[in-house]
């Protein structure tokens, strides 16, 4: 499996070789020559426990690393951090199947693939022979840098740099991500946005005379975003895990097909959900839940994708973008895996802030439904939820809960749905009070913590437990203009 640009310049390259770069030498991002199938019935998938099926998707891609190699991938990443033991269990509440991605470390679905890409990346460091030391270069809307950090904390030859944007993400994401230990994280709160955050590295991957610059002092970018090919395959494990589950659980038949809603802002899990489609999963329709922020909703309605309006920082703070990086890939699939189009598209987001897809793409688009909650409605799905099960959800899952539940009134679609529900409702306490009123308003977001855990009977993940009592480590914030000094400084050049 060899995988190219898709915007069609630069040398096909390995798995091993995409993951180590993350991003392509022409800007654009990998993807396979072509989407695997599933050659194994998906009654047979259901009797494979997680880390089982998760070899077996991954190995579809990442073919040139040895079995042994990648089993110690798999085995190291999803052990006894993961506080459930089906790592991405299913709760069937309020109408629709929760799938929960959030048991991990960080307690957010970004642990389900930044806990194994570290192993995946140094294996293939070593496999090119690679002796440069890899900087991992990351932005974040408050999830994927925990987890990032985490995964690569202390991890031997890399580094890593979180630019997360210090005003737009809740208190306990930034705590996170400011206590971590190991001395070769760095974390820098940037004055901007998330779409800050990402574009000005993305223009560090792209700056040539910079990257000349590190390589001569021994050292090589890559990135822990979804981005990088090595987040995206593990993601689309638990969405063939998801079905084999609910078939081998008697919740469908076979080949009956299911939605699959995900909330979502860089695009990136909703686009494993359409990969495990192509590969061979009955999917009846995806759902592509946004936030205030309704780029992608408004896009898929209409096919003309348009940054250029006010950015709204919302009580689901890690679907705060408009900038989606991983819709590129989609288009390049829609679009019949034709990279002039994709080069086009996206110079035309980079100069004029817009783009219209074509009529043939706009047919294509139509295998996603795209909607948008705002805070209200959000706040008001909580509560929901809640009142109908018992059952606490974050925000975010929220904001896909939402959506669903319009789509149906528009459709009268009854099919069995699966909701991504990708984070706990402990990241963002104060968010669920609001909906559900169990503290004072006053209160910290700790003390919510404590509050939510006693009055809803829920323990408190151990992500978590002392988070406001650890030494804040990194206190560093810049401009955007100002990211490449703070690398340097950082890597003591």
């Known amino acids: 499996m060899l995988y190219k640009s898709t915007r069609g310049k630069g040398e096909l390259v390995t798995a091993s070789q995409a993951i180590v770069r993350g991003i392509a030498q022409d800007g654009g991002l990998y993807v396979p020559q072509e989407i695997p199938t599933l050659d194994r019935t998906l009654e047979s998938l259901g009797g494979m426990n997680y880390r089982e099926l998760a070899f077996y998707i991954m190995k579809k891609f990442f073919d040139d690393f040895s079995d042994e190699e990648l089993r110690l991938c798999v085995d190291s990443a999803y052990d006894e951090k993961f506080e459930d033991p089906q790592i991405a269990p299913l709760n069937y509440k309020a109408g629709v199947h929760f799938l929960e991605l959030y048991h991990g470390k960080t307690l957010a679905f970004k642990d389900m693939a930044l806990s194994i890409l570290p192993y995946l990346m140094k294996t293939a460091a070593r496999k090119l022979g690679i002796s440069k030391e890899i900087v991992i270069l990351t932005a974040t809307s408050g999830d994927t840098g925990k987890a990032a950090l985490e995964g690569f904390d202390s991890v031997e030859g890399t580094r890593i740099i979180v ?83 609910l078939l081998k659980e008697g919740r469908i038949s076979a080949g009956e097909s299911i939605n699959i809603v995900v909330p979502t802002g860089n695009f990136g899990n909703i686009l494993a959900a359409y990969y495990a489609k192509c590969m061979g999963i009955p999917v009846g329709q995806l759902i ?159 003390e919510m913590v404590k509050q939510l855990s006693e009055k809803m009977d829920l323990r408190i993940p151990k992500g978590i437990q002392g988070l406001d009592e650890k030494e804040v480590r990194h206190k560093t914030t810049c401009a955007k203009e100002e990211m490449r000094d703070v690398i340097m400084g950082f890597l003591g050049i």
């Open 163 to 245: 630019f997360y944007p210090k005003d737009g993400v809740s208190e306990i994401q930034r705590r996170q991500m400011t206590v971590q230990e190991g001395e070769n994280t760095f974390v820098v709160g940037i004055d901007g946005n998330f779409d800050d955050a990402q574009s000005g590295v993305k223009e560090i991957f792209a700056d040539e005379e910079f990257n000349r610059l590190l390589g001569e002092k021994g050292f090589m970018f890559s990135s822990a975003n979804s981005i990088n090919i090595g987040r995206l395959v593990p993601q689309i494990v638990y969405y063939v895990y998801t079905y084999a589950q």
């Open 288 to 446: 592509c839940a946004s936030n205030k922020n309704n780029v992608l909703a408004d896009f898929m309605k209409t096919g003309v994708y348009d940054r250029r309006r006010e950015f709204f920082v919302t009580n689901s703070p890690s679907m705060d973008i408009l900038i989606s990086s991983n819709l590129e890939r989609f288009l390049f699939e829609i679009s019949g895996r034709d990279a002039s189009i994709v080069s086009g598209l996206m110079d035309r987001l980079r100069r004029e802030g817009v783009y219209e897809i074509n009529a043939d793409m706009k047919e294509n688009l139509k295998v996603i439904y795209g909607g948008f909650a705002d805070e209200a409605e959000t706040l008001e799905a909580i509560k929901k939820v809640f009142e109908i099960s018992g059952y606490v959800i974050d925000t975010h899952t929220a904001v896909a809960y939402a959506v669903y539940e319009r789509y149906k009134e528009e459709t009268g679609d009854i099919r069995a749905a699966v909701i991504a529900s990708t984070a706990s409702p402990f990241k963002f306490p104060k968010s669920i009070n609001e909906a559900l009123h169990f503290s004072d308003s006053g209160a910290t977001e700790f």
